[in-house]
């Protein structure tokens, strides 16, 4: 069992005393309870070191109490789930926690790299840019590596996170961020008034500082208005609170992003459930009521573990019972800062004085002074001294200019509140100067959004739950609602009044942005060296650009830049706000879209049947296809494409071609419109014919090709590539409902409908008699090359029949729904095993399209014109169609443009690979001779050699011309012939057979 | 973003693609080259409200013509394009 919480006190707090946790820190064994986070048991165990720092490896301790704290960041848990950098102050505990420091070496107490300090003064602003000039390969072999070991912060686990990442939709009337007085008080209005309401708090208890500070609401003690006013929003129905969840960015539309840890209290998320769940929320209106954050003083050795915000010293110490000190020394510079006097004296501590900036102190802090036995000093922290063991003595200039010693073990420090104006600014807002808090406020918020409360700047519980109450009665109205809000919650202000005080000069390092160890002289540096304007010092200087965003430090680095160049604060201004507000995991943002989910798979009909005989297949786009199917004794790839690609040519064999787009062209003027959208004309085509067509882009280049058949007067089908199935059906809508919307015409998207396989070969009839009613007639003379029209299957079934070749053979493309594809696929191999039918892949397809001399996605490159395709005359000069004045333009229809043309070695021995550039014979390869390149290739079993297609300067007018291909990317080059580049049955006798 | 589509009401800007510039026409057929040059590639950049063609390709296909302050994303109108829906223009 660890040992006994030195620091927790007996009664008290808001920790459950009967659940007793067991963690481990740094490989030491310590206790806690379910309520503390991990900072708060590390506080009632008595660890003040917590870390070292980024740059200067100085020891660090617990600063906050939130999601503001710069410095008591750990590795959580192990293994897989080690995540780097996270809060102490935010982490729950759990039982069997393990956290470790960060950024030390061998161990946090003795870190050798603290060495750093004594190069302090090269570390300064800038310090990269300075140091490490020259020379300059040093950089990346030396300087860089070595700068990345001794700075930084945690480690990545370096494995994959196993955990789950979920994302989700919410929509509401009334989004609130923060459960504070404000937020409730919204909460219930908009709540009371009928308003669909979603409530976010980052914490895992709600209240906000109700939990630390207490107070009376309604003449009750501030936990039991709590406790009432969270039953009533639990009992309204369409209320919903959702803790342990940060409102992190707002985006347009009244759309708002938010991060649930669902599972991060617990050591590893249930069984089936996420570690956490991104949100977008849209939302009519939103109550932004996410409090203030506690702004620290800038003075010498103010990071010694034990200098504390003031707040954050109440909430440790009334929430979660821990005492950070024994004897309390306070630093403020206002009056709130002395409710952690009154908190730590109601806890029995001792006070060891009061440094006050203020001219003076009330009466009522006189007299609890003088009761409690400790000094008031009207004055400045000027330096604390102390090390790793935390704060000892503490020196004070007093108003006046005498010095004063303190002797404390801890130090609470008041600098003011600034209100959190991240999420009223993220839509480029600036928040406006507002000099009685000497704080930033919101300046207007982004439509549909409203800040209340201590994020608004009105800093009084009463004004908090008055101004809260209000916005949410308003918000319920704005979004339509018109129930009865009922009573607002009634509370007295505190007394508030202020002196700003940002920094206090001294001897000895004054950090402004503890996370990355920027300090008050780095800033002055800054300005001296013309790095002023605050875009320009946050860069230089790093200020505000950690894990924490500046979120204690901002304000304070930009009043020190304002002091030393002469200007105001709101002169000096501040940066823009960029979301998230506090880190979120890139998994979260992934959600489930991660390894094989990363994008939806698309299966072909034949999937499970080709998975069955072994094929393998290949990602074209989100589809699997079938590239091949080996077979026992084929040595490799080629083996097996060869075989097929011979049995195609010699008797019979099947591709999946399903995912091919197919559109439905619907209507009287069906013909009209696709005559607009194809180069060459589609309105004469006979009804039951099938024709190739070639669309292009409105700029004159080619777009995509594909076979269009008339089924009937009114009805064509049009089939794309695959590659461009979505963007066609979009650039057709675009033609049919923009362009042309004078046709009447319809088209619907039914590439998914329709399972449609390949089926050629000189034994093509064969197969098809056995699959195909006997009734029908398959003969050259009834279904003609180029032939289209619905036939009739054994069994009934009805197909859709096109004589249309690809591969060059006597051919036929078959479609049945979908559904049937499965068993047209088995029916093919069963009835075809006679004959030898050969199931073929997406390669053996390639092969024969390229020995046919057709065109594919290497030439449909977006660069190539009808006629480099050698297609130029499919265009009709008797209609207007998209693309046709621009493919007239002087540079498309140039002499010398780059060609279709085939391409083989002069050796017949020698590979061909694509991408080799063509230049002539002879000739020294430089970018004035290059003449073009080989854009497809294979090898041809049919002419027992490599060859290929490419684009080549006047590439027709040199048929038989001898080049060289040259390829310096593979260190080759070889001597190739320019030839026709339909290298099978040029006369195309055999798809007519 | 949140785009209302007259068809389908109220969706996320996920459903929907961006084309762009909805104010060039394409030319008569026998405008000439300058013209279809000018509509193909003249495009207005404008810091402020333009009208642009939106697809709403994750719902009902339908082209819109929207108008939106390009400085704030706020969008003052949605319309169908002239042939969306069912209907032919005229009839």
Known sequence: MAGVQANRLANGGLIDRSDPLNFRFDGKSFAGFQGDTLASALIANGVKLVGRSFKYHRPRGILSAGSEEPNALVELRSGARREPNTKATTAELYEGLEAASQNRWPSLRHDLMAVNQLFAPIFVAGFYYKTFMWPAKFWEAIYEPTIRRAAGLGRAAGIPDPDHYDKAWAHCDVLIAGSGPAGLAAALAAGRSGARVILCEEDFALGGRLLSDGGTIDSMPAAEWLSRALAELAALPDVRIMTRTTLFGVYDGGTYGAIERVNDHLPSPPEHQVRQRLWRIVAKRCVVAAGAIERPIVFAGNDTPGVMMASAMRTYVARYAATPAKRVALFTNNEDGWRTVETALGAGLQIAAVVDARPDVSAAHRSLASKGGFPVLNGSVAAVDGGRDGVRKISVSLTGGARAEVEADGLAVSGGWNPAVALTSYHRGRPKWQDDIAAFVPDGAPPGMVAVGAANGVFGLGACLSQGFAAGAQAARDAGRSGKAGLTPVAEDEAFSLNPLWHVAGKGKAFVDQQHDVTASDIELAQREGFESVEHLKRYTTLGMATDQGKTSNVAGLAIMAAVSGKSIPETGTTIYRPPYVPVAIGAFAGHHRDENFHATRLTPSHHWAAEQGAIFVDTGLWKRAQWYPRAGEKDWLDSVTREVKAVRGGVGFCDVSTLGKIDVHGPDAGAFLDRVYINTFSNLAVGKARYGLMLREDGMVYDDGTTSRLAEDHYFLTTTTAKAGPVMQHLEFCRQVLFPEFDVQLTSVSDQWAQFSIAGPKTRDLLREIVDPGEDLSNEGFPFMGAREVALRGGIKARLFRISFSGEMAFEISVPARYGDALVRNLMQAGAPFGVTPYGTEALGVMRIEKGHVAGPELSGTTTAADLGLGKMMSTKKDFVGRIMAGREALVAPNRQVVVGIKPTDKASRLRSGAHIIPKGEIPGPGNDQGYVTSVCFSPTLDQWIGLGLVERGRERIGEIVHAHDPLRGEGYDVELCNPVFYDPEGGRQRG | ?91
Request: charged share 25%.
């Open chain 2, 1 to 91: 973003m949140r785009i209302v589509c007259p068809f389908c009401g109220e969706r996320e800007l996920g459903e929907f693609t961006y084309l762009g510039d909805a104010k060039p026409q394409r030319p008569a057929a026998d405008a000439g080259e300058d013209a279809v040059y000018d509509y193909v590639y003249l495009r207005d950049n404008i810091a402020g409200v333009m009208s642009e063609h939106w697809y709403h390709g994750g719902g009902c296909r339908s082209w819109l013509k929207i108008t939106r302050n390009t400085l704030t994303h706020e969008i003052s109108a949605v319309e169908p394009a002239a042939g969306a829906g069912a209907a032919k223009v005229g009839a």
